[in-house]
């Protein structure tokens, strides 16, 4: 049976492990964005010895890139962006101790298994509600690749961001068993 809870970040092991497929949440605290031009930049400077532009440990990551904010806003439309672009990227991240990720869409079996692997979690947000969700985002900040413009890697400071739980560290995947319901009904 899901849940509905508030989260204070960071999200640690013990509380990305508890939290199961169709779990509402809401997270209050540091979250960073990253889309598949900032991932492909961090990968690749892993493997050139160099430092993440953020501690990824216990950190949660929203795919999104926003539109330009207006006047007395920290932001622009904040909608998520499809998560399977990040898919290549994403099982590193998460055995350097990622704990989530926020996005739209469904992931590769790859992913999901070092969501498990991890005890880490993959949350939805809902696609097309940009401008409802950048009400939650209090602050903004560029902190890697300002040249990426849209796509440079951002840390935002969020205040009760609505998220729902869709794969947990169990295997639980919500875009799997929602289907099966509905086709039992």
């Known amino acids: 049976m899901s849940k509905e809870m508030k989260l204070q970040l960071p999200l ?3 509380i990305s492990s508890s939290l199961r497929a169709g779990d509402y949440v809401y997270l209050t605290g540091t979250i960073y964005v990253a889309r598949d031009a900032a991932h492909k930049r961090m990968i690749e400077g892993l493997a050139e010895g160099k430092d993440l ?17 207006r006047e007395g806003r920290p932001i622009g439309s904040a909608g ?3 998560a399977t672009r990040m898919d ?3 099982p590193t991240l998460l055995d350097m101790g990622l704990s989530g990720m926020i996005g739209k869409g469904k992931r590769s ?3 999901l298994d070092a969501v498990c692997r991890n005890k880490a979690v993959y949350f939805a947000a809902v696609g097309g509600a940009g401008a409802l969700l950048s009400q939650r985002i209090k602050k903004s900040d560029v902190i890697a690749y300002d040249d990426l ?3 440079a890697v951002r840390r ?4 009760d ?5 869709v794969a947990d560290c169990e295997g639980n995947n919500l875009y799997v068993t929602a289907v099966e319901e509905y086709r039992r009904a």
């Open 12 to 14: 640690t092991k013990d």
């Open 53 to 69: 532009p953020f501690d990824v440990k216990d950190a949660v990551i929203y795919y999104m890139g926003p539109s330009p904010a």
């Open 80 to 82: 998520p962006t499809t």
């Open 88 to 90: 290549r990227y994403a």
């Open 109 to 111: 079996p790859e992913v």
């Open 149 to 151: 413009g849209a796509e």
């Open 156 to 159: 935002l400071e969020v205040e």
């Open 161 to 165: 961001f609505p998220v729902i739980v």
